[in-house]
C-alpha cells in the first residue's frame, strides 16, 4: 500500500481544531482509497516560540522537508504581537515560506452554488464566480533590502529579479492552461519602476503560451473590478503585497473566509493552509469553520499526492454537506437546515467520504 | 463683490467634459451666493506633453500657486503609455501633487440613499455608508529612493519619515472631530518595518485627540472588511499605495466611480478631482457622469473658499437630481426616469441650485 507523510503544522488559536477536523477527513479519504497516511506533528508560530522560543524551530524546516507535503492551520495572536520582530509567529511563517521555497500562492476563490446568497455581494454578481489568485510569496517588498527603521524613519523595498518574475509567471500561465485560459497581470506600471520590470517580463513569459489571453490592469482598478464584476476574471497573477490584498478581497465573494484553501509550491514540498488566519477570539469554542483547511487537505491530494481521486471525494463531500444544509456559525443564517460544530462539521464531511 | 481665482485643469479623455459641466455649476452657484469666480485654464497631462512636451509645464506650476483652488479632471491614456515614464502623463500628476506639496488625499465614499440599490454589493451592506478615506499623497512608495530598474532587476522604496506620519495623522483625527470621531488606521504592521514607524506615530499623535477612538487594521483584513461591512468605518487613515487600492475599492460601494469627489490638501493650494480617471474609451461622447466632479467643485468651495452655504447648496442640487431619477449612462438601470448626457446632468443641476 503507498503511504504519504504529511507534516502536521497546527499553530496557533483554532488551528488545532481545525486542522484535526481535515486530519479526520484525511484518514476517511485514504482508507477508502487505498492508501495510507503518517502524521509528523511540527511546531510553528506562537506555541513554537512559547515552547522553543524560536517561533520556527530548525526541526519544523527539516521535518517539513523530510515530508510529502505540510498541511497547515493558522499562526499568531495578540499574545506575542509585543515580541521584538523576529520572535513573532508571523516571522516564524515568512522564514518558513522562504526556506521551503515556495514561490507560487495559489488562491482560489470559488462561490459554492449552495452559498451564493452568503456574500455581502449581489448574488447574481458572485454565483459562478471562479478565479484563482496566483501571489509571488517569497519576494517583493516582504523580504526586499534595504528594509529597517530608525526613531525617525523607516523603509522597505519592493524589488523584483526577472528570474523570480519569469517563474510566476509560468505557474500562472500553465494553471491558465488548465482553467479558462486567460491571466490578468495585476501591477502598477503607471508609478512603480518594478511594476514596469514585472509587466515586460510577463509579456515575455505570455510569448510561450499563445493559446492564453493576457491582460494587464492596475491594483488600484483590480480592487475594484474584484467588486464590480469579478466573473471577468480567471487567473490573477499578481506580487507579494498586492496578491496578499487582493485574495483577502476576493476571499468575500465567497461569503466567508472559513470556506477558502490555499495551496503555496513551486518546490520540492508544498504547503497547504486555509487562507483566513489564526482567530484568537472565537478559539478553543469549538465553533471554527473547518472547510477552508478541508479544502486545503483536498488540494495537497490533488497536488502534492497527486491522488485525483480522493480529491473529488473530499470536494464532493464538502458540497454535500453544504447542499445538505450542515453550516458552522459563521454560515448559520445562509441557508442553515443544521448549525453545526467544528467537529461535528468535520464528522459529517468524514461520513460522506 | 468677493471674487476667487480657481485654476482649471481639464486634462485628457473626459477630463474637459466633466470640468465644463463643474463650471456651469459654479457659476450658477456663485451668481446666486455673492461671489464672482474667474478661471485660468491650465495645461496638465497627455495633453500638456502633446502641446508643450512636458505632462506638467512650469506654467501649470505656477499658474496653481497663483489660483485660490484647482479644480482638475483627470489624465492619461494608451496614447502616451509607450512614453519614457517622466513624459507620462500620469509623471505630470504626480510631480504636481507633490510641488504643491498637498500631503492630504481626502477620499469620500459616501452611498446616496437614491442609488443604494446601484452597487454591486446588497444595499443593506451600504444603505448608510459615510466614510472618509485620509491618504498619504506625496510619500511612500510613490516618491521613495532608492527606485529604478535595469535589465534584471526592478526595485522602489516604501518609505516613510515620522514627520510625515505625524502631520497626515493630524488630518485624520482632525477630521474624525468632525465626523463620528473614530479613526481606523490601516498598515502592514505585521511585516513591514514602515509599518511599525507608522502605527507607533499614529498611537502617539492620537493622544493628543483623547476623544477620538483609534484603531488599527492589517491592509488586507481592511479590504475584506470594507466589503464585508463598510459601515464599521468613519475615517481610514492609511499610507500612499494602501489609500490609492482601499479607496478604488471603497468607491464600488457608491455603486459608480462617476459620483465620487476628492480634495488633496495639506499646502497653501489644494486640488479638487473625482477619483474616478479620464476613461478615454468614452471620452468625446457626452456619456461620462460629471456628478464626482461637481461634488468635487462643492468640496473646494467647502474647504479652500470657506463657502459653506454654497457648497450646501450644490450637494443638495446633486441629491435632488438623483432622486428625481435623473443618470447618466453609467447608473441607467438605477431607478432611472430619465437618462441624460453630460452635459445634460451638468444643466440640471445648474438649474437647480
Ligand atoms: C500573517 C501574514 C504574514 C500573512 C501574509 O501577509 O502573507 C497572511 O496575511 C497571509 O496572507 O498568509
Ligand atoms: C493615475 C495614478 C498615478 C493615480 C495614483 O495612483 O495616485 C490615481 O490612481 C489616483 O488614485 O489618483
Same mark, same amino acid.
Given at each position: 500500500?503507498?503511504?504519504? !507523510?504529511?507534516?502536521?503544522?497546527?499553530?496557533?488559536?483554532?488551528?488545532?481544531?481545525?486542522? *484535526?477536523?481535515?486530519?479526520?477527513?484525511?484518514?476517511?479519504?485514504?482508507?477508502?482509497?487505498?492508501?495510507?497516511?503518517?502524521? &509528523?506533528?511540527?511546531?510553528?508560530?506562537?506555541?513554537?516560540?512559547?515552547?522553543?522560543? *524560536?517561533?520556527?524551530? #530548525? +526541526?519544523?524546516?527539516?521535518?517539513? %522537508?523530510? @515530508?510529502?507535503?505540510?498541511?497547515?492551520?493558522?499562526?499568531?495572536?495578540?499574545?506575542? &504581537?509585543? %515580541?521584538?520582530? +523576529?520572535?513573532?509567529?508571523?516571522?516564524?511563517?515568512?522564514?518558513?515560506?522562504?526556506?521551503?521555497?515556495?514561490?507560487?500562492?495559489?488562491?482560489?476563490?470559488?462561490?459554492?452554488?449552495?452559498?451564493?446568497?452568503? @456574500?455581502?455581494?449581489?448574488?447574481?454578481?458572485?454565483?459562478?464566480?471562479?478565479?484563482?489568485?496566483?501571489? +509571488? %510569496? =517569497?519576494?517583493?517588498?516582504?523580504?526586499?533590502?534595504? /528594509?529597517?527603521?530608525?526613531?525617525?524613519?523607516?523603509?522597505?523595498?519592493?524589488?523584483?529579479?526577472?528570474?523570480? =518574475?519569469?517563474?510566476?509567471?509560468?505557474?500562472?500561465? !500553465?494553471?491558465?492552461?488548465?482553467?479558462?485560459?486567460?491571466?490578468?497581470?495585476?501591477?502598477?506600471?503607471?508609478?512603480? &519602476?518594478?511594476? #514596469?520590470?514585472?509587466?515586460?517580463?510577463?509579456?515575455?513569459?505570455? /510569448?510561450?503560451?499563445?493559446?492564453?489571453?493576457?491582460?494587464?490592469?492596475?491594483?488600484?482598478?483590480?480592487?475594484?473590478?474584484?467588486?464590480?464584476?469579478?466573473? #471577468?476574471?480567471?487567473?490573477?497573477?499578481?506580487?507579494?503585497?498586492?496578491?496578499? =490584498?487582493?485574495? &483577502?478581497?476576493?476571499?468575500?465573494?465567497?461569503?466567508?473566509?472559513?470556506?477558502?484553501? @490555499?495551496?503555496?509550491?513551486?518546490?520540492?514540498?508544498?504547503?497547504?493552509?486555509?487562507?483566513?488566519? @489564526?482567530?484568537? *477570539?472565537?478559539?478553543? $469554542?469549538?465553533?471554527?469553520?473547518?472547510?477552508?483547511?478541508?479544502?486545503?487537505?483536498?488540494?495537497?491530494?490533488?497536488?502534492?499526492?497527486?491522488? $485525483?481521486?480522493?480529491?473529488?471525494?473530499?470536494?464532493?463531500?464538502?458540497?454535500?454537506?453544504?447542499?445538505?444544509?450542515?453550516?458552522?456559525?459563521?454560515?448559520?443564517?445562509?441557508?442553515? /437546515?443544521?448549525?453545526?460544530?467544528?467537529?461535528?462539521?468535520?464528522?459529517?464531511?468524514?461520513?460522506?467520504?
Amino acid at each position: 500500500m503507498k503511504s504519504y !507523510k504529511i507534516a502536521l503544522i497546527k499553530g496557533d488559536g483554532i488551528g488545532p481544531e481545525i486542522v *484535526d477536523e481535515a486530519v479526520k477527513v484525511l484518514d476517511a479519504v485514504a482508507s477508502c482509497s487505498g492508501f495510507s497516511l503518517t502524521y &509528523d506533528e511540527l511546531l510553528m508560530g506562537g506555541v513554537a516560540y512559547d515552547i522553543t522560543g *524560536d517561533p520556527l524551530p #530548525q +526541526e519544523t524546516i527539516s521535518g517539513s %522537508l523530510n @515530508s510529502d507535503a505540510v498541511l497547515f492551520g493558522a499562526i499568531g495572536g495578540e499574545k506575542w &504581537d509585543s %515580541l521584538p520582530r +523576529e520572535k513573532r509567529p508571523e516571522s516564524g511563517l515568512l522564514r518558513f515560506r522562504k526556506e521551503l521555497g515556495v514561490y507560487a500562492n495559489l488562491r482560489p476563490a470559488v462561490v459554492y452554488d449552495e452559498l451564493a446568497n452568503a @456574500s455581502s455581494l449581489k448574488p447574481e454578481i458572485v454565483k459562478g464566480v471562479d478565479l484563482m489568485v496566483v501571489r +509571488e %510569496l =517569497i519576494g517583493g517588498i516582504y523580504f526586499g533590502e534595504p /528594509k529597517g527603521r530608525d526613531e525617525n524613519k523607516g523603509w522597505n523595498t519592493m524589488v523584483y529579479t526577472k528570474d523570480e =518574475i519569469v517563474r510566476i509567471a509560468h505557474q500562472a500561465f !500553465k494553471i491558465a492552461m488548465t482553467r479558462q485560459k486567460r491571466v490578468c497581470s495585476i501591477d502598477k506600471a503607471n508609478v512603480l &519602476d518594478v511594476s #514596469q520590470l514585472w509587466r515586460e517580463t510577463v509579456e515575455e513569459v505570455a /510569448k510561450e503560451y499563445p493559446e492564453v489571453e493576457l491582460s494587464h490592469m492596475y491594483v488600484d482598478n483590480a480592487a475594484m473590478q474584484l467588486i464590480r464584476d469579478p466573473k #471577468q476574471f480567471d487567473v490573477m497573477l499578481t506580487g507579494n503585497i498586492f496578491g496578499d =490584498i487582493l485574495s &483577502d478581497e476576493a476571499s468575500m465573494l465567497s461569503g466567508s473566509i472559513g470556506l477558502l484553501p @490555499s495551496a503555496s509550491v513551486g518546490a520540492k514540498i508544498g504547503v497547504y493552509e486555509p487562507i483566513h488566519g @489564526s482567530a484568537p *477570539d472565537i478559539a478553543g $469554542q469549538g465553533i471554527a469553520n473547518p472547510i477552508a483547511t478541508i479544502a486545503s487537505a483536498s488540494m495537497m491530494l490533488r497536488y502534492a499526492l497527486n491522488e $485525483q481521486e480522493a480529491a473529488d471525494k473530499v470536494d464532493a463531500a464538502i458540497k454535500r454537506a453544504l447542499s445538505e444544509g450542515y453550516r458552522t456559525g459563521d454560515l448559520a443564517q445562509f441557508d442553515a /437546515k443544521e448549525v453545526c460544530s467544528t467537529s461535528e462539521m468535520g464528522s459529517i464531511i468524514a461520513n460522506y467520504i
